[in-house]
């Protein structure tokens, strides 16, 4: 029998907490991945977010920070200034990301902070069982808008990729997803160009990953899956936004 | 900064803002990073540190609020660093946040709080109406920072130099409780080098360094497991607060032997308040001051000692505040003195008291 894969030796667990169908467990796994294949987990400290990924130091195999909400690219900046050979990965979600910590991860992009980032996008707040976030599609019903999401009163979803791509320090964005394996393949090879740009001392590096939330959605797995290609996809087009190589 | 008398020694006699020498005196103790945001009366400190870290070689960054600037301080401590911010009240409101998951996280660092009046904006007068903020925690959660309250330039020197051994040696984070008067007070004082308060600190083995050789470090906040994870966490802390109580209570006492009133100040009032004590003195009226150091620990059993010793003696709380402080003094004395023997001098709306004023409130209560 040839063993075609195994499982990271950065990822300290074959179990996690996420639900079923839900996407962080397989980012999770890319990032080991890229990490065994870099050989950085011993140089790697990482910044868990608040949401569902924040006890992510029992599942990664390397020094972590629990980070109030919002506010890791902050924690990073100064991890990376004290430790500026050391590689920094910033992961957050998008509740996280782009609503109480928009100022943070905006600065941090505009100073141009050596770090490579993972960005969440379910558009939901997971943890707290699905509420609407920045980037919730008009029309998707969440806890908190029943009815679904209007443009009235609620503006329109956040494009982060779009956003930060305006700031000139960001040198690389790209939008992916995890709704299939080509997908999965291409978050992969993303997220490897993400850090790989941060161990180059490239600059400020991020991808953005659609991914799958089941149980805030309140649909079964398949479907979640379905929800990405039909609806996410088209408010959020995949691609590379910012490649200044 | 106006350099004089040098004596040839390390150490200098200079003229500074104790805005100014609060940045001397990190750079000297071996502060790596400084994150802050302009806010009056506290600019001095960024401005001078922008200067000063460039030619150190330091890490200087004025971030783009005050919750990032307190985070940023939050992952440099994580990382190992020694690190300091500098705020005045609305800023410090905001920090809460960050302070909390510092003191949770048990990573030391030095906060510079140079206290003006509020609520919100209040103005940008001198007071010391955080007094509760800094002394009760100020963010959420069962917690404590230790609160150091220099009234002089000197003393702003040598305070931040001690914050910084004492936040390392217990794991919390120090507060310089500073006031707009002493802020922007510029007098001459000794620039010696860093002198360490310990022989030796503990080695900061939890430190973010990416866990080459070792098991990995992780700096947390959040105890879900096992159930009582977080009680234990707390009983841990609860521990190490009741140690600091027990180790560092710092004040000072002048003519309180034999006085009939005894004023209790610190920071700027204290000063203001015994150019008064002096007069009645020279009248031969027997008034004394207690001056507080430390805000907390509170130096609660330094002032029952007083209590027992002088019989009959009245104590008057002078603070530029409603009367923040004043609840100390009533819970540290509830069994040695009667209430009423407790009184009142308070200024609001970040005004300071004169002399003259603090003079006057005394003769009120010997004419009584």
Redesign the interface.
Known sequence: MNIIKTQPKSITTDSTKYCPGCGHGIILRLIGEVVDELGIRERMILTAPVGCAVVLYDYIFCDVVECAHGRAPAVGTAIKRVHPDKFVLIYQGDGDLAAIGMAEIIHAANRGENMSVIFVNNATYGMTGGQMAPTTLIGQKTTTSPSGRTVKGMGKPIRVCELLATLEETKYLERTSINSVRNINKTKAAIRKVFQNQLNGIGFSMVEVLSMCPVGWKVPPIEAVQFIEEQMLNYFPLGVYKDTE | MAENNDTGSDTKRVLMKGNEAVGEAAIKAGC??Y?AYPITPQTETPEYLAKRMEQENL?F?Q???E???I??????S????R?MTSSSSPGISLKQ??IS?IAG?ELPCVIINVVRGGPGLGNIEAAQADYFQSTRGGGHGDYRCIVLAPNSVQECYDMVMNAFDLADFYRVPVIIQSDGIIGQLVEPFDMHPYKPMFEKLPPKTWA??????RK???????Y?NPANGLEMHNRKLEERYKKIHSELRWSETYNCDDADIIVIAYGATSRIAKSAIKKHNTNGVKVGLFRLKTLWPWPDVELVEIAKKNKDVKFLVIEMSMGQMLEDVQLSLMDVVPKKDILFYGMGGGWNPTPDGVYEKISEIINK
């Open positions: 790596l990073c994150f890490i960054l971030a783009e609020s919750v990032a600037a985070n940023m301080v939050f992952g440099a994580a990382a190992g660093a690190v946040e960050g998951y996280g973010l360094t990416g866990c080459a050789g990995p470090n992780v700096v947390r906040t959040l879900l």
